[in-house]
């Protein structure tokens, strides 16, 4: 099997473009599926305070022996964290729960467009980037006219926006935007939390291929040069979504996906989401 392929963020950090997600994994079961996608190759793990396993996913990473500087790891700032004081508190919260002296990449969650102001907050991820504890600082469910703020109001552009994409939900325009902009764009859910799995037209490729519906879309966001990372406690599954380096879609299946576009957003719109837990 072929290596993961990386991206090169706007600084220079390389970031495995496939990686392994672990929203809505119970802590209890975390260390072992961190443990059991590393074992297969997986050396990018995608997590987030609010998701509750932290520090099972740096236990799991420990216990595997594989070296720290070896796994790319990310996390998010908690929606209840954005006054700055209280950024660098949650960011430094993280580093203790993980018990790691650095991150790979720390996301502003969600932009909470009603909560405080986004851009200060961003204002102190920076000044945590110039601290050297995180190699590269990002945004999470950014639209443009937030990035926009970004660029008039402070001088570091975020290296990375991860945004709800899947066969569903292509959001072409944000990635255009991203991609003018030297950000790398980061696809959550995206086999559409196994939405799409069941579509005719994936099923279709996938026979053609002779792959599973969910490594055809999978494969969908790699050539479209998107970073993934799929989430499942299965190994069967883990291995199943790793395998996709040994096969390609022609233009014309490429394109097939791309015009499902059925359904649009499962997840919340980030200019109207404003929850804080
Ligand atoms: P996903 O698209 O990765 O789908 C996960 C679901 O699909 C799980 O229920 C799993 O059991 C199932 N599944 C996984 N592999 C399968 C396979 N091979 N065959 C059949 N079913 C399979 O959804 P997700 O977990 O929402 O997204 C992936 C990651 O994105 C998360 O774990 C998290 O790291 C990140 N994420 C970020 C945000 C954000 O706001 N930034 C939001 C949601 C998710």
Redesign the pocket.
């Known amino acids: 099997m072929s290596a993961v392929p990386t991206v090169q963020l706007n600084n220079g950090v390389e970031i495995p473009q496939l990686g392994f997600?672990?929203?809505?994994i119970k802590p209890e079961d975390t260390r072992a599926a961190t443990m059991e996608a590393l074992r297969v190759g997986y050396r990018h793990i995608?997590?987030?305070e609010i998701y509750g396993n932290e520090r099972e996913v740096a236990e799991g990473i420990r216990d595997c022996g594989i070296d720290r500087t070896d796994v790319f790891v990310t996390s998010?700032l908690n929606n209840g964290f954005h006054a700055p004081d209280r950024t660098f508190e949650a960011f430094d919260r993280s580093l203790e729960v993980m018990k790691f002296d650095y991150l790979d990449l720390f996301?502003i969650?969600?932009p909470l467009p009603a909560v405080g102001d986004f851009v200060d907050t961003w204002k102190a991820l920076i000044e945590i980037y110039r601290s050297g504890r995180v190699r590269a600082i990002g945004v999470?469910?950014f639209q443009p006219h937030h990035l926009d703020r970004l660029a008039a109001e402070t001088t570091v552009v975020p290296a990375a926006n991860?945004i709800?994409i899947?066969p569903y939900f292509a959001q072409d325009d944000v990635r255009a935007f991203d991609r003018e902009h030297g950000i790398a764009t980061e696809a959550?859910?995206?086999?559409?939390?196994?939405q799409v799995?069941d579509d005719p037209t994936i099923v279709h490729i996938a026979e053609r291929v002779h792959r599973?519906p969910?490594q055809v879309t999978l494969r969908w966001h790699i050539q479209r040069g998107d970073i993934v990372?799929?989430?499942?406690v299965?190994p069967a599954?883990i291995a199943?979504?790793f395998a996709i380096f040994d096969f390609e879609l022609a233009d014309e299946e490429m394109a097939a996906i791309t015009a499902l576009r059925g359904g649009g957003r499962r997840?919340p719109d980030p200019d109207e989401f404003n929850w804080i837990p």
């Open positions: 997600g672990v929203f809505q995608d997590t987030a998010k996301l969650h969600w999470s469910n991860q709800e899947h959550w859910s995206p086999i559409g939390q196994g799995l599973t969910a990372f799929p989430k499942s299965t599954r199943e979504n997840g």
